[in-house]
């Protein structure tokens, strides 16, 4: 039991942190290895957008599933990561500044694909959880014997 509600938990910490990160990335751009060079903030840079957070996110979100739903012996271990990686995208996308700018533009397509992508992973990972057949209590790992 302990195991299992530490499992939610660190899934569920996992999926905020990465969801942030993964808003961070978003906005890095290519030219912005230059300006780091110099000393300078790298969300100053120029040029085309950097697609770093789109296999950030799908790589994240396997491993916070797999996680999840490894620790948890179920695979209804997987929603609470999922939905709140979603909510704070979708909070990202929705909030705006003190200047009126949406904190994710529709302008930047790197963070909607991701966004995308990353909600695809969750989704597509319950469905490939779902067509498994059921297995007994003593297959499933941390299960009662």
Sequence with gaps: MVIRVAGVVVAAVAAVVTAFLELELSALRIGAFRTVLAGDSPY???GDPLPLAVP???LANLAIGWFAVYTTGRRRGLVVPWVLWTLVMMAAAGTRTAEGDYLVGG???VALV???AGS???AVHSYRLI???LRTDSEIPG???
């Design 44 to 46: 100053e840079g120029s």
């Design 56 to 58: 950030v996110a799908v």
């Design 107 to 109: 302008t930047n397509v």
């Design 114 to 116: 991701t966004i995308l």
């Design 120 to 122: 695809l992973t969750f």
């Design 131 to 133: 067509l498994r057949p």
């Design 143 to 145: 299960a009662a014997k």
